[in-house]
Structures are given as C-alpha cells and as structure tokens.
C-alpha cells in the first residue's frame, strides 16, 4: 500500500477537458437560455440554445424563438448578415448569420450559425491554455494518474511537446479504445484527447498562440495521417477560467489510415516537434512544411480516389526533391536540375536516405506487374512513375496501359510513393527512432515492422 501511495503521490494528474462529450458526435452545448441579437441600434431577445455541432460542417450554431417579434422586425437582420452580433449575459459572443426565420403568431423561430465564438473576454491575459483533440489515433505514452469514480487509476496517457519556448502536454482519455470502435462504427468526431499548453516565460499572446497553434495542429497531421486539431481553447489564469474559444477548425471525420508512428513508443516525437517548430519558425521554409503534410495528407487520405492520390503523392515528392536537394544541399543547379526525369529524381532522394530502388518484396502486384510490362521497369521509382504518367497522360497506349492495371497495382504504388514521402520528412525533421514501415504490409503480415529509419548510422 505504501509504495502503490508513493507512485500515485509521484504521477501527475491527467489533464481536464475543456468541454463535456459523452457519445459520438454528440453537439456540445454552448449556452441555453436568453441571449440577443444586435444590428446597429436594434436588439432582438432569443430564448434558446447554443450548440457547438459537428454536422453538416463544425461550428457554433444557435436556435431559438423571439416571442412577439415579427418577421418584418428580423429582415434587415437576415440582410446584413455579417453585421449582427451574438451577445450573450452583455458580452457578445461573436458575428451571427441567420440562415433560417419562421414567422408565427405569438412571434419568431429562427436558426443560425457563429463562425467564431468566445464565450468571456479574450482581451484578458492568460497563463495557460487548455484544449481538446478530436479523432486522433492512439499513443500510448508517459504515466499519468485519474480518479474515476471511487478508485485512482494511473495509465500510459501522455506525450509532453517541450521547447525552449513552450509545454504542450496531450492525455489520450479514459476508455480510449471504446470510443475508437464506436468512431469507427459511425465516423465522424469524438473528442479523444485533452491538453494543456503553457508558456515557460511571461502571459500567451494571441497573435502568437495561433500561430504556435497551427504548426502544432500541422504536426499532429503528420503524426496522424489525417487532419485533427486543438479545439475549445479555454483561456486560464491563476486556476480560473477566463475564456473559452469555439471555432471551425481543420478536423477529418474518422477513417482508420496507416500512419508512420509506433502505437507502443513516442522516442524521438518530442525531437521530432522541436525540429518542426524550428522549421516552421522560418518563414523561408514554414510554407514547404505546410504543403508538404499537406499533399502527405491528401495522399493518405485517398483523395480523388487511388488515381488522384497517386498524383498528389508525386507532387509532394517533387516538393521534397526541390527544397532538400536542390534549394538546401545543392547537388544540382541551373537547368540540370529541372531537366532531369521524375524518376530520377526519387532515386536521388532515395540514395540520400539510403533506401534501396527496389521493389519491396510485400508489394506482390507490383512485383507481377513489373514483369509484365513492356519495357520492363528499371525499379521502383521508374515503376511509380510509369504508372503516375499512365493516369495524369492522355495518349491512347497510356489509357490502355492503365485500364489494364489492376486496382490493386495502383493501391500498392500509393503506398510506395507515400512511404517515400514519410521517409523524406522524416530526415528532414532529423528523425532518428523507429517507425512503422508501410511497405513491409502485405496479405499475410498486415501489421507493418517497426525499424529504425534507413540512414540512422
């Protein structure tokens, strides 16, 4: 018992959500009761609600009657939309647009949307900043320690970000796996983890925190393989609650994508934060990290079906090519650099990871398919590259060449041209740990290997 009090009185406690979320795309309630809508001098009183909801897009939305108002009264506030402010206990909550007014005897039922909303003054300073992350994947991580109920539970729930700047702590909830399943199930959203972020020096700025706000958001892509960020940032000083922020931000509905990072190891994640933050702290280099993840994310994702995925990936290795290569080593100039083939260019990105131009051996449609055509393909850079012309070319013997490929050969080049992509960044961001290798998945071992990163000496 002594030493079991030792390790509780030793971990830290988890981190607190800003919101409540019980179930699955389950609105958030903002506020019920009376609140106002004002254009210029005129004011209208609403009883209702406030609701943050995640369907059909994330955002604030109110609903609500205006008893003996007209409809007359509420027109010019349908009409100058973008003038209307949502207030709420004297303090306006933020622009309102009225999408919808129903006219009705005893007065007016109306529907509407807040596209930025802070509930509390946000003119005011604060220490710390807590947030929630919806539908993230699962790392298990540091210990921490939650009272549920009766009995303390202490669980691998955190990964801590750490700069010389600022502390981002991150806790995966209780019950991580159940609402995962249920994600899954239904799609959509769940708030999966919640955080808090604090500045080692002085008050957070705004202008600043929004910025720290979507590199981290940005890197959490690249962790995550789909678009998820920080949500319902609440303001605290000295323990207390100043404000609390809901805004539409970059958020994927749920659907299980491969991603690079180990489930059961976060070595190197906080290196790898700080390279990014650093990176991204250059203005010459912030607009690569973000078209990177980017084409990284849109390619994961699937988008425009496997064809156009294919042609994102290319894009993003290209984007690679220049800025590592060429922009930053110089092994190329002038138009020797332009001119060489795209294949080309993937090996010398390759030989500078220290990856091997050959076809993995998981990939069995590729490995067929490389036999089969006519020329046969040098390697696996020609061979990705053959068939991203085959999709993005429009001559006849190129659409022949693609109707003949089976989906699966086309799936299996995503995967090779997104592995590329992950162990590019990865040495960009000066990775040096483990990683969930995609292209050792195949039909008879779909767990992928977790090895160390190709150039690690």
């Not at 949502?86 to 109306?110: Q, R």
């Not at 958020?251 to 070595?267: G, S």
């Not at 912030?286 to 079906?305: M, P, Q, R, T």
């Not at 220290?354 to 051996?361: L, R, T």
Request: net charge negative; aromatic share 12%.
């Amino acid at each position: 018992m002594d030493e079991w009090l030792q390790l509780l009185n030793s971990t830290p406690p988890i981190t607190t959500f800003p919101v409540k979320m019980d179930h699955v795309n389950e609105p958030i309630l903002i506020h019920e009761g009376e609140f106002k809508l004002k254009l210029d001098d005129k004011m209208i009183t609403i009883t209702g609600k406030i609701h943050y909801e995640w369907f059909p897009i994330l955002g604030s939305k109110f609903s609500g009657k205006a008893a003996n108002v007209s409809f007359f009264t509420i027109m010019p506030f349908f009409n100058e939309s973008e003038k209307v402010e949502l207030i709420i206990d004297g303090v306006i909550f933020g622009k309102a647009k009225l999408i919808e007014v129903s006219d009705f005897p005893t007065g007016a039922e109306m529907e509407g949307i807040i596209p930025y909303g802070v509930k509390g003054d946000k003119a005011i300073v604060v220490t710390k900043v807590r947030f929630a992350i919806p539908n993230l994947r699962n790392f298990n991580g540091n210990v921490t320690k939650e009272r549920i109920e009766t009995n303390d539970h202490i669980k691998r729930t955190r990964i801590t970000f750490e700069n010389d700047d600022y502390l981002i702590i991150i806790d995966r909830r209780h019950k991580y796996e159940e609402f995962r399943r249920e994600l899954k199930n239904k799609g959509g959203y769940f708030l999966l983890y919640s955080g808090e972020l604090t500045k080692k020096k002085g008050n957070i700025g705004l202008e600043k925190l929004n910025d720290l706000l979507r590199c981290f958001s940005n890197f959490l892509w690249f962790l995550n393989g789909r678009r998820c960020s920080p949500l319902f940032l609440q303001g605290v000083y000295e323990e207390e609650v100043i404000w609390t922020e809901y805004r539409r931000n970059y958020v994927d509905q749920y659907k299980y994508v491969i991603t690079w990072p180990q489930e059961h190891d976060i070595n190197g994640l906080n290196e790898l934060w700080q390279e990014f933050y650093r990176i991204w702290n250059n203005e010459d280099d912030k607009d690569f990290l973000v078209s990177a993840v980017h084409w990284y994310i849109e390619a994961n994702s699937n988008s425009g079906f496997v064809e156009g995925a294919i042609i994102m990936a290319q894009t993003a290795l290209e984007l690679i090519y220049n800025l590592l290569l060429i922009e930053k080593k110089k092994i190329l100039n002038g138009k020797d650099a332009e001119s060489i083939s795209a294949s080309n260019k993937i090996r010398l990105l390759l030989s500078h990871l220290n990856v091997s131009y050959e076809i993995p051996n998981s990939f069995n449609e590729l490995n067929l398919i490389a036999k089969e055509l006519t020329p046969k393909p040098v390697d696996a850079p020609d061979l990705f590259v053959r068939i991203r012309n085959a999709i993005v070319h429009s001559q006849e013997t190129k659409r022949k060449e693609l109707a003949n490929m089976p989906d699966e050969v086309k799936l299996e080049a995503l995967q090779l041209g997104i592995w590329y992509i992950e162990l590019s960044l990865l040495y960009i961001l000066k990775f040096e740990g483990k990683y969930s290798n995609r292209s050792s998945i195949s039909f008879s071992s779909p767990v992928p290997d977790e090895v160390p990163v190709p150039w690690k000496k």
